[in-house]
């Protein structure tokens, strides 16, 4: 059976331009129409016939059968998602979920290094753990991740950051995402009022809108987040996400005074605090800053935050990989609910990145990315010059550049795409419509070369 006549009889009776009812050709016409043999014609419209796609009437010929595939949209009813069928909530979530900026390097935010990233030496320890990992680790897992990963995460942060924990209070996730929508299922319910920082992360929003939680959204300054003005506008919260140490997409540090509030308003009035500490590494001018969940003390083991990680900026995000240092009490239901609604895997990369971290390859490599991060970022401050109005920068992938109106802003990302370079806007990380103006430049997954043919074509935009 030829594919492509098959195919392209079954999408026209799916997409409706062959309709229901309608006679198709005899396998002799087909045939002759199509310079191929009848049995060849005769064999497409039998399969098709036998998955219910076409109807053969003996003696009659061929017809599309009434499949419901194409049914005509209602009088009226717009294309869109609600002719896709999307529910409510689904479209609620699909307008919070920008797409993606379109291409690599210059300036696309949150992407590490791709070009920098060890691969012959990770092939190889993926080649010698898939060798390895045989029984258990091919099974349905239930332990929350490999022991091993468990443990290089919990010396890791520990000594890198200053948080708590053995490897008994981690549990390992699919990335920072799938932590979020986890802690947001098990911990709140629908209704309840979850703060988001604004601007802030569209991946925090939408796993708070999917469990059907009232994002708040609270005002960041110079010193992060603001509880008095969140108080004030929303109340007391049952879930704040929060970036710490590098406000995400601001860069400001959460003062201490503000961290102590928030863990003491979440301790008093049950709430929970989910500290994302996506890319503290890298911090350039200084050693990283210690963690918010660093601050409870050892009497406190039940203190009321959740330390989120993720190896999306350390290696590459389409790894998957992230964890949440949890209070011991949430370790068991945490773990046993994740299994049921998301199953564990991987074991065989997180036996690889384990050996990666325990040999110090891991750490080496987070060493010469913050150089090389550092000199990009660098090259794209003296490309823009001193005239433009950047802010944030001490940490992190990207720095801000401020702008005068939201329509220098618009012009500025459309003009860009024309050029291949992807800006992001500012504005599109606030939640309403009263964004800030400006652009979320990305570089450390640009060469210098890239960010100087980008920010060249950048600096010349601003100054027409
Ligand atoms: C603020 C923030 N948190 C977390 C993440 C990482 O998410 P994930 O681990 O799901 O890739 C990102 C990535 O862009 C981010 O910007």
């Not at 009659?60 to 529910?87: K, Q």
């Not at 009490?329 to 990145?353: C, I, K, T, W």
């Amino acid at each position: 059976m030829p594919r492509c006549l098959y195919d392209g009889l079954r999408g026209w009776t799916q997409s409706g331009e062959l309709a229901a009812g309608a006679r198709l050709p005899s396998s002799r016409v087909l045939a002759a129409e199509l310079g191929i043999g009848r049995n060849t014609a005769l064999a497409a419209l039998d399969h098709l016939s036998a998955e219910g796609f076409v109807v053969a009437r003996a003696g009659a010929g061929v017809y599309v059968a009434e499949t419901g595939f194409a049914r005509p949209a209602a009088p009226g009813t717009a294309m869109g998602s609600r002719s896709l069928g999307l529910s409510e909530r689904g479209r609620s979530l699909l307008a919070l979920s920008n797409p993606p900026a379109p291409g690599h390097g210059a300036f696309v935010p949150g992407v590490p290094a791709l070009d920098a990233f060890p691969w012959a030496a990770w092939q190889r320890l993926l080649r010698r753990h898939r060798n390895r990992q045989r029984g258990r680790w091919l099974d349905y897992g239930a332990e929350g991740g490999h022991p091993a990963l468990k443990s290089a995460i919990a010396d890791y942060v520990n000594i890198t950051r200053n948080v708590r924990c053995r490897a008994d209070r981690i549990l390992i996730t699919h990335g920072a995402q799938h932590a979020f929508d986890l802690i947001a299922r098990m911990l709140a319910d629908p209704g309840d009022v979850a703060w988001v920082e604004e601007p802030g992360y569209a991946g925090a929003r939408v796993a708070f809108a999917a469990a059907g939680l009232s994002l708040a959204p609270v005002p960041v300054d110079a010193e992060g987040l603001d509880p008095a003005a969140g108080i004030a506008a929303w109340g007391v919260p049952k879930l704040i996400h929060l970036t710490p140490s590098n406000q995400f997409p601001m860069g400001a540090t959460l003062s201490m005074n503000r961290r102590l509030t928030l863990i003491d308003q979440a301790r008093r009035h049950g709430g929970w605090i989910i500290e994302d500490d996506y890319d503290s590494e890298f911090r350039y001018a200084s050693a990283p800053l210690s963690s918010m969940q660093g601050l409870t003390t050892a009497a406190d083991d039940e203190a009321p935050v959740l330390y989120v990680g993720t190896f999306s900026k350390t290696l590459y995000p389409g790894l998957r990989l992230g964890y949440v240092v949890l209070p011991p009490g949430l370790m068991s239901p945490m773990r046993q609910a994740n299994v049921r609604q998301f199953r564990e895997g991987d074991y065989v990369v997180q036996a690889a990145l384990a050996a990666f971290m325990h040999g110090g390859g891991y750490a080496k490599h987070v060493a010469r990315m913050r150089r090389l991060y550092a000199r990009r970022q660098q090259c794209l401050r003296d490309v823009l010059g001193t005239d433009v109005d950047l802010i944030g920068g001490e940490a992190g992938l990207h720095v801000v550049m401020r702008l005068a109106s939201r329509e220098r802003e618009t012009v500025l990302v459309a003009a860009a795409a024309e050029q291949a370079i992807a800006l992001a806007p500012l504005s599109a990380y606030v939640a309403d419509d009263n964004g800030e103006p400006g652009l979320v430049l990305g570089y450390a997954n640009a060469s210098e070369a890239e960010i100087d043919r980008a920010g060249g074509w950048l600096r010349r935009a601003l100054a027409g």
